[in-house]
């Protein structure tokens, strides 16, 4: 697992680069990770790891910002509420964004209309 993790850190902080060149002067300030799960599960932990990685390639500090509550609801609001510079991004499974419209009546935000970036990664898939 540590490889893995290993290489989606460099992929992802590899694709921020290349982002961040398309923009010139990005990052202009701290980069904000919003986890909406608690301190210590899984998805808090890989965007630790991968927020360490990020700090060092993008030159700018990288702080991880736990948002819980409302099944992950008050995270995911919390980034379409921010700045849309670039310096909020959220790092969660994609059960905020694929399963919730399915199993709550009614949501904050639209997850299709009002949708992030997302990137997918399986652990061990081809």
Not at 3 to 25: D, P, R, S
Not at 56 to 73: F, H, I, L, W, Y
Not at 76 to 84: F, G, K, M, T
Request: hydrophobic share 50%; charged share 15%; proline share 7%.
């Amino acid at each position: 697992m540590a490889m893995t993790l290993f290489h989606l850190n460099k992929l992802l902080a590899g694709l921020l680069v290349v982002i961040a060149t398309a923009a010139n002067a990005y990052p202009t300030k701290p980069i904000k990770v919003i986890v909406p799960f608690s301190a210590g599960t899984v998805t808090d932990l890989l965007a630790r790891e991968l927020s360490q990685s990020l700090a060092v390639v993008m030159k700018q500090p990288v702080v991880v910002d736990n948002r819980t509550g409302a099944e992950g609801s008050i995270g995911a609001q919390a980034v379409l509420n921010s700045e849309p510079d670039g310096h909020t991004i959220m790092f969660s499974s994609f059960s905020i964004s694929v399963l919730d419209p399915f199993v709550k009546k009614t949501m904050p935000y639209d997850p299709v209309k009002d949708s992030l970036f997302q990137m997918r990664f399986e652990p061990g898939a081809a």
